[in-house]
């Protein structure tokens, strides 16, 4: 049971490349959430899924897309990647909604140049 | 005004001290409350909830005031391996998870 992984652990991109991060689960989990993490700022939603075929926009959009396909995966794609999109990101995924057990995945450090 | 505010710390203690943390909220309508813990480089990894009777879980008490809006965390007898940063989480309404910036705790020898 390796929990929530993604890939990869770390990336440097220029100013306007595109790239996805990835992100699965095998605990069988419907909710899944995508956050960055900046210094001061705390942890902040950028995009969630309920289910297989269903997302939405958190706090912090603006620039990502996502797409659920399947239970397990939920990748996030950098359509033109900005230096304020430097961060750490962290996939979670629970039982249900905030109410529930978040589990985040390790992270992945994005540095965009 | 955040929506969840904490002590950013750092908080040195020496091993074996009590320690306490508390965090502030500014939805009275929020429903639920958890502290997590973040070491440094990885992920945030639930600790406890906490509910409005306060709950115990060996050396770690967590208290809820709603009337005051705030959620304490109390480490008691420090041990090194509780240095990190704990995150104080709010479940609100619009079904929306916030979390606070995170109180960092470093126990010392």
């Known amino acids: 049971n390796a929990g929530v992984t993604q890939t990869p652990k770390f990336q440097v991109l220029k100013t306007g490349q595109s790239m996805t991060l990835q992100c699965a689960q095998d605990?069988?989990?419907?909710?899944m959430s995508w956050y960055r993490q900046d210094p001061g700022m705390g942890l902040r939603l950028i995009h969630y899924?309920?289910?297989?075929?269903?997302?939405d926009q958190g706090e912090v959009p603006n620039g990502y897309n996502v797409s659920r396909s399947t239970t397990e995966d939920f990748p996030l794609r950098l359509l033109s990647a900005a230096p304020s999109q430097t961060s750490v990101y962290f996939c979670?995924?629970?039982?249900?909604?905030?109410?529930?057990?978040?589990?985040f995945g390790p992270g992945t450090r994005l540095l965009v140049l | 005004r955040k929506e969840v505010e904490q002590d950013p710390g750092p908080f040195n203690v020496p091993e074996g001290a009590t320690v306490a943390f508390n965090c502030t909220y500014s939805?009275?309508?929020?429903?639920?409350f958890f502290w997590y813990r973040q070491d440094c480089r990885k992920e945030p990894k639930l600790l406890m909830s906490?509910?409005?009777s306060g709950n115990e879980d060996g050396r770690f008490t967590a208290q809820l005031n709603r009337a005051s809006q705030y959620i304490s965390l109390l480490i008691r007898d420090s041990k090194l391996s509780d240095s990190a940063t704990y995150l104080c989480v709010v479940y609100g309404t619009a079904s929306k998870l916030t979390f606070g910036t995170g109180t960092r705790l470093q126990v010392t020898l």
């Open positions: 906490v509910y409005s």
């Open positions: 939805n009275s309508a929020s429903q639920s």
């Open positions: 979670a995924s629970s039982l249900g909604r905030g109410e529930e057990t978040q589990y």
């Open positions: 605990m069988n989990h419907e909710y």
């Open positions: 899924s309920v289910g297989a075929g269903i997302t």
